[in-house]
């Protein structure tokens, strides 16, 4: 009997044990998935954040269209081409260099952009793999957990 009390009462120290590491578990489980969530909310902020600049340059690109309808006939583009050659003679700056300023600072700004959310989707996808395994090693502790209790049970009787 005093062989069955020694191996109840180690059971009972090993399922104490088991469930003090289920509920670290349960923590990392719960941090992790808060994490998440607080990835998710700041994705969503930047990808709102985003979205309001996509709006804002499409609001600028729409300005840039009327301009463009609003362009000279080809007469007048030969006249001011002419026009435009003698002053970039005697000026330094180039009249076309500011259309083609606009289109690299959007472009390098797509590109900021496009990795920065690049960035935010793996750093979403590393915590959803992250809460996956957490998961597997709750559900594995659990599992260990159910066991030790039948098994208490058993010694119990």
């Known amino acids: 009997q005093k062989v069955l009390q020694s191996l109840l009462d180690g059971a009972q120290q ?3 044990g088991l469930e003090r590491e289920l509920t670290a ?9 808060e994490r998440l969530r607080r990835l ?8 709102k954040e985003l979205e309001g600049t996509i709006a804002a340059k499409a609001v600028e690109l729409e300005g840039l269209h ?3 309808a609003r362009c000279p006939s080809p007469e007048e583009v030969a006249e001011l081409r002419e026009r435009v050659q003698n002053v970039e003679t005697v000026e330094v700056g180039d009249v076309h260099a500011a259309s083609t300023d606009l289109e690299r600072r959007l472009l390098q700004k797509q590109r900021t952009l ?17 809460a996956k395994v957490l998961r597997g090693k709750l559900e594995i502790a659990e599992d260990a957990r159910k066991d030790l209790r039948n098994l208490v049970s058993q010694l119990e009787l």
């Open 14 to 16: 090993r399922a104490a």
């Open 114 to 130: 496009e990795g920065q959310l690049t960035e935010a989707r793996l750093r979403a996808h590393d915590s959803q793999e992250e």
């Open 25 to 33: 578990l349960h923590r990392e489980v719960a941090e992790g998935e």
């Open 40 to 47: 998710e909310i700041e994705r969503a902020a930047e990808r």
């Open 66 to 68: 009327e301009r463009l």
